[in-house]
């Protein structure tokens, strides 16, 4: 089992910045790949970004590219989202999720998932 706690939420005003965090415990950190996903009010839950197991390889939603950056630290268990350049769009609940290996853009192929952390957008 790999146990995930996001952090980092908040209010930011249109164009701000913010980071979200996500700390694993429970099993090797470096083995699994990361992704961040979102789910706005009455929308699907949708991929936003996702990391490779080292780092090396990341993959990006469209509607995120070049404003948003994922990263992880393996010597601290923790993938973040850095978000900049934030649209009222970008309002959702963020939620970090795990799978072994490989970066996928799917949330089926994740079996792990945090709580979500609330992010909200004034104009």
């Known amino acids: 089992q790999v146990q995930l706690v996001e952090s980092g939420g908040g209010l930011v005003q249109a164009g701000g910045s913010l980071r979200l965090s996500c700390t694993a415990s429970?099993?090797?950190?470096?083995?699994?790949?990361m992704g961040w996903f979102r789910q706005a009010p009455g929308k699907a839950r949708e991929f936003v970004a996702g990391?490779?197991?080292?780092?090396?390889?990341?993959d990006y939603a469209n509607s995120v590219k070049g404003r948003f950056t994922i990263s992880r630290d393996n010597t601290k268990n923790t993938v973040y989202l850095q978000m900049s350049t934030v649209k009222s769009d970008d309002t959702a609940v963020y939620y970090c999720?795990?799978?072994?290996?490989?970066?996928?853009?799917?949330?089926?192929?994740?079996?792990?998932w945090g709580q979500g952390t609330q992010v909200t957008v004034s104009s």
């Open positions: 990391i490779s197991w080292g780092g090396g390889s990341t």
């Open positions: 999720a795990a799978r072994l290996l490989s970066v996928a853009t799917t949330e089926d192929q994740y079996p792990y």
């Open positions: 429970g099993r090797t950190f470096s083995n699994y790949a």
